[in-house]
């Protein structure tokens, strides 16, 4: 018999790739550069040419059975102590290679690190607006999800609401900063409000409180915003990372888990994980990109057309009326709709092919995210689009 939790799923299908799989149909029939397409966040920038260059060497230069054999369980060695040296030059931390898991993407070290520091009915929280797979990341563990209403202000923490859910149930806290969908980059006192308040609660509750720290957009961040280093603030941090964003890779799914030196068990963790990976199947990340990544850490894509295409959106977005927060990273944008249904708002973009996409799923119903990792030249056109779409529509 087929699996009913799995099959129950089939009715829940992501609404963003509903609509970027639209976006691709609409643009067979008036050409894709007609439709202006801000649901999916795939990175519209190239990888480094250092990258592409790591890459054709190892090819023409290496042993293909070296290159192309399994990864060890917890990653190739010389790759982690790589990535532990790179976070130590780059934030004054005292990683070391036992530290480091590698993992395939962002969301491999996600569902490691909820395995690893959680049991069947702990609670997880996480804060409004969040990444909807993050459901699924937590709940198929057995932990449940607990999502903190937001702070629609400014999109930092509700600390006041995340006081009252943190419980004796609560065995790990996630975050992502800089957030999908909001584009917000927590402060230096948000996270150490944060990091007090987990400490206070580890001590009257006798148990770790872990802090997963979800970074893919840690090097998206927008000139003058100030963008600490998470693992710096709290003990008891693990750090998932993917490459997807900073090196423009997505479909080479590379990442890590990188385990505060200070943590509890922090020594074996990385192990733990590679137990972890046997339960799960989601193991044994590529060889040839782990290496080819290991020569290229401190390096990124050129990121900066998210910041040109930030502000021109943001602009016409506060021109034509909408409550909106500036962005301080990632390549997201997330307003306010003009109508309290942010759905009906979305689908009657879709009528001037815009793709915009609701946020019920992510915490925050009433507003939209907006990926604006597409080219320059198709934001500017799409900003008198979306005023006529307003104009018409809301007579703004």
Do not use: W
């Amino acid at each position: 018999m087929i699996n009913p939790k799995f099959k129950a799923l089939l009715s829940g299908k992501s609404v963003i790739r509903e609509l970027s799989e639209y976006a691709t149909e609409r643009g067979r029939k008036i050409g894709y550069e007609n439709v202006f397409d801000y649901s999916l966040g795939n990175p519209s920038v190239p990888c480094t040419q250092s990258f592409t260059d790591a890459m054709t060497d190892l090819l023409q230069n290496s042993n293909p059975v070296s290159i192309h054999g399994y990864s060890p369980s917890l990653g190739i060695t010389s790759v982690r102590q790589a990535v532990a040296e790179s976070l130590n030059r780059r934030f004054g931390t005292c990683y070391e290679t036992k530290h480091i898991f590698m993992t395939c993407g962002a969301a491999g070290a996600v569902a490691h690190a909820v395995r690893c520091v959680t049991v069947p009915g702990d609670e997880v929280l996480t804060f409004a607006p969040f990444f909807p797979e993050y459901t699924q990341y937590v709940n198929q563990t057995g932990a449940v999800l607990k999502v903190v209403p937001a702070n629609t202000r400014d999109f930092q923490i509700n600390f006041d609401a995340f006081e009252e859910m943190l419980t004796d149930k609560v065995a790990a806290v996630l975050i992502n900063t800089p957030n999908n969908p909001s584009g917000i980059v927590y402060t230096s006192d948000t996270l150490t409000r944060l990091a007090d308040i987990l400490r206070s609660k580890q001590a009257q509750y006798g148990h770790d409180i872990f802090l997963i720290s979800d970074e893919p957009y840690r090097e998206i961040v927008f000139s003058g915003v100030d963008a600490p280093f998470v693992a710096k603030f709290y003990d008891n941090t693990l750090t998932c990372y993917s490459f997807s964003k900073s090196l423009s890779l997505p479909g080479e799914r590379i990442g890590y888990i990188a385990v505060n030196p200070k943590a509890t068990d922090a020594d074996i963790i990385a192990v733990i994980c590679g137990q972890i990976s046997r339960g799960i199947g989601h193991n044994c990340p590529p060889s040839i990109i782990q290496l080819a990544v290991s020569r290229v850490l401190d390096e990124t894509s050129d990121l900066s057309v998210y910041e040109t295409n930030m502000n021109l959106i943001y602009s016409k977005l506060v021109e034509l009326g909408f409550t909106v927060v500036k962005p301080g990273g990632t390549f997201y944008i997330f307003p306010k709709a003009l109508e309290d249904d942010a759905n009906a708002f979305c689908m009657k973009a879709k009528k001037y092919d815009l793709i915009l996409v609701p946020a019920d799923n992510f915490g925050c119903p009433g507003y939209f995210r907006m990926a604006y990792c597409i080219d320059t030249e198709k934001v500017i056109r799409s900003l008198d689009v979306l005023e006529k779409f307003v104009r018409e529509e809301y007579g703004v």
